[in-house]
């Protein structure tokens, strides 16, 4: 291979780059003969040149196959190319090639060595002052801690990346990390959040007319409307993100949108419609290869067909899933699919049925296994004796399979279900055994984030003891205003006061509370009102809502002001219902008196602002206020009063009542509905 063979073999190759990405399995036969080419001179050669383009041919055929979901074969290229570097002494190609490594790892359930590799790939990209490809690597770690649900790991990693991405002005890369925050906040279940770094994601992406960046984003919208249960809008943003892939004709993201709709219509019972969008998906993951694709819609599919009552065909589909997973190496799909069967066949023990094997997973089984379930099929009689017995096969089996993997929380699947079955089965040792086991598995790993932070404690103490007397002080500040004020408070001497456009005021006042107070003691009086409005402020804390103050028996709130929350007017609702639900059983000892609440939101513009200097305290002020007051004093008892602007921005979420116009003192006529339930 001469100067000018290599030449126009590395133009070919910078031409062909371009589509490892979009269209990967386009370019995968052509980068397998070059790769052939490299490999029948390989030895003859030394130049660093010559190895480093054979590097490039190695990482690009690796990103290729990773596209295409051969996470074994990407292993075994960024190994090869990981050595070339080495030979060629080219530092940012072995940063590429080990980060390559990672990743496969990381699919192929390999979290430990996955963590390793990446490191190892930061050191390097660290040593070139690479910011972004450091960056990069960090949200790789991000993506492995919330994988095993190390949450604070992620988001520690996550917020990492983002200011190296701002050094160097890589905008895709800073909506890259916001979605990924916005991810792990998702995971975590904190859905403003979430949504707040999914709207940063999507302003970077839109200033930067980044198609695929915004179609992303709105797919991660979409999520959290989808886990909040508001189906509705949910399909909007997966409609959002399709239009924005298929501009791009992106087919593997158009494959994950048309998975995302076809799991919406399945939560809500329509599975032709979900068969439809999913059996849409299989075609756009065939189109461009993606076998890890096709094998987790088989999956999606044999849920369906499941819920839809015909279980031979269900557990057909979960046994080629398993097939697929296993021939690729998907160790984290195959785990998946044995738990799911297992259940499956636990939900069969407790309805006295049984179905055999699917033959693509008995095939799989180690001789030893096949022999027992044969035995298991001519000994039981009862259909769940050798539902559970049949559990017990699949559970040795797991068993292996966890041997191959660091997911704890299988191991504790496997320690629960174990338990489960051996109850069934009166092995009341044996389960009692286990029940211990899968206890001590869920302490751990509840209980792993704890542990990492007591780890740190040692050498931060110092530091806190010094620190002590300005915490207290900070604390009591921070009790007494919102988080995002106290800060400006201590180092500014300037009024603070803020314009909020859109805020949802909330009041809530206990009905009949005059006659409360002479049925009471003072003492009684205040112990009620203490436990009632601690119960308010957790719910606020839930819900990402702030307390404004409490008179009285009154509870003033405000959402979408100091706590940034682009859901408020859904969260004020959320809190309100949560709160009237909780009331519907309280019981007041030794009084026979029945507590009940009313409330009143609204949602408009106020200003707010810090009053007082002694004991400083945050308000708000406008009409908004006035109205919301007007709205809970026009309640009743365990009701949520609206007003008209609350109602447009929440109809599509929750049932509402209309009562008509109300007349409200010193604002006219307003159009009032009362929350009923979420829809």
Known sequence: ???????????????????????????????????????????????????????????????????????????????????????????????????????????????????????????????????????????????????????????????????????????????????????????????????????????ISQETNDKTGIGVTYLNIGLVFEKSSNFKKALE???????????????????????????????????????????????????????????RNLGNLAAIVEKMGDMNEALRLYGECYTLSKKHEFLNVEIQIIHTIIKVYYDLAIQNKFFDIPSTIYEHLPDDLKDKYNDNVKKYVLPKEKSLHTILLYLGFLNLLNSRSSIEQSQYFFALFSYKVNKELNEFKLALSFHEESMKLKEEITGKETQIKLATFESTRQLELLQKEREVTDSLLHKMLPASLDEKLKYSQSEIATYYEDVSVIFMDIVGFTKLSQLVTARELVQILGELFSYCDEIADKHSIEKIKTIGDSYMAVGGATINNPIHHISSIQLALEICEYMKNYKLKNVDFNLQVRFGIHSGPVIGGVIGTKRPSFDIWGESVNIASRLESLSEPNKINISGSMYEQVKDTFLCTYRGKHEAKNIGDMDMYFVDSLI
């Open 237 to 295: 943003y997966y409609e959002l993100s399709l239009g924005y892939f298929q501009e791009n004709n992106d087919n593997h993201r158009i494959a994950i949108a048309y998975t995302n709709m076809g799991n919406v219509y399945t939560s809500i019972n329509q599975y032709e419609k979900s068969k439809q969008y999913l059996n849409l998906a299989n075609s756009m993951f065939e189109s461009s290869n993606d076998v890890l694709g096709i094998t």
């Open 1 to 203: 291979m001469n100067y000018f063979e290599i030449e126009e073999l590395r133009n070919e190759l910078s031409e062909l780059t371009r589509f490892q990405h979009t269209a990967p399995s386009r370019i995968n036969s052509r980068l397998d003969e070059m790769y052939a080419q490299f490999q029948l001179v390989k030895d003859a050669y030394t130049s660093n040149e010559f190895h480093t383009l054979f590097s490039d041919v190695l990482i690009s055929l690796a990103i290729v196959n990773f596209n295409l979901g051969n996470f074994p074969r990407v292993s075994v290229l960024a190994l090869e190319a990981e050595t070339a570097s080495r030979i060629a002494e080219n530092m940012k190609n072995l940063a590429t090639s080990i980060n390559l490594r990672g990743l496969s790892s990381m699919r192929m359930s390999k979290f430990n060595d996955a963590l390793l590799f990446f490191e190892d790939s930061r050191v390097i990209r660290e040593g070139l002052a690479d910011s972004s490809g450091v960056a990069q690597v960090l949200i790789n770690m991000g993506i492995v801690f919330r994988t095993i649900s190390l949450y604070e790991q992620s988001v520690e990693n996550l917020q990492k990346a983002i200011p190296y991405f701002e050094k160097t002005f890589n905008q895709n890369g800073l909506a890259l990390a916001y979605d990924n925050l916005g991810t792990t906040f998702l995971k975590m279940g904190k859905y403003p959040e979430a949504i707040e770094r999914f709207q940063s994601a999507l302003q």
